[in-house]
């Protein structure tokens, strides 16, 4: 959350001619429900399923960059389907960079806590070496603006991208 996946991510699609599909605004067009919403009413296990369901259908197809909500990786499914059909980014950003991007952000279901610095905190140890198991490209855009992130990104995919033979 906050590391800058779905912005980064839309401007680099645009950059590589590349269709853009943010996961979490997918589900939203899908449910005509926003996420908080879908929390609320189906709570984090519900969403998790949409979430499954969506990246299984997504990942199917091809010439797209993909952002996916942060807590994807939790599902196994998931992680082979990426990490099969697909080039992984791991945008990393540190807890004081998500803290401060998101001050003002109340969209995110699982910073609805008193403490956020202790949230983030515990998801980044939790899920900090899931990225890193599945990363291609590890990619640290803290300090870095949207669109320098981007075109450094487009320079990095673009040398070390290689297409999965499946694809
Ligand atoms: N590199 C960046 N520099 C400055 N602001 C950023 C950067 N990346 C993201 N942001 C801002 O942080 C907020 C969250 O970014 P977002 O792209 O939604 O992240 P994610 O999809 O990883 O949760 C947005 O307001 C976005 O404009
Ligand atoms: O980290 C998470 O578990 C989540 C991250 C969100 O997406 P972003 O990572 O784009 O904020 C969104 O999928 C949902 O609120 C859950
Ligand atoms: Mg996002």
């Not at 839309?10 to 605004?25: I, P, S, T, W």
């Not at 791991?90 to 807890?95: I, M, R, T």
């Amino acid at each position: 959350m906050g590391a800058g996946k779905t912005s980064i991510g839309r401007k680099l699609a645009e950059r590589l001619g590349l269709v853009f599909v943010d996961c979490d605004h997918a589900l939203e067009a899908r449910t005509g429900a926003t996420v908080p919403v879908i929390f609320e009413l189906e709570g984090e296990p519900g969403f998790r399923a949409r979430e499954a369901a969506l990246i299984a259908e997504v990942m199917q197809g091809k010439d797209q960059v993909v952002a996916t909500g942060g807590g994807a990786v939790l599902d196994p499914g998931n992680r082979r389907r990426l990490c099969e059909r697909g080039f992984v980014v791991y945008l990393q950003a540190s807890v004081q960079q998500q803290l401060e991007r998101l001050a003002r952000d109340r969209s995110r279901p699982l910073l609805a806590v008193p403490d956020r610095r202790e949230r983030l905190e515990a998801l980044a140890a939790q899920r900090g070496p899931i990225y890193a198991g599945m990363a291609d490209l590890p990619f640290n855009a803290d300090g870095l603006a949207v669109a320098t992130a981007a075109e450094r990104l487009f320079t990095e995919v673009g040398s070390q991208w290689r297409r999965p033979e499946a694809a």
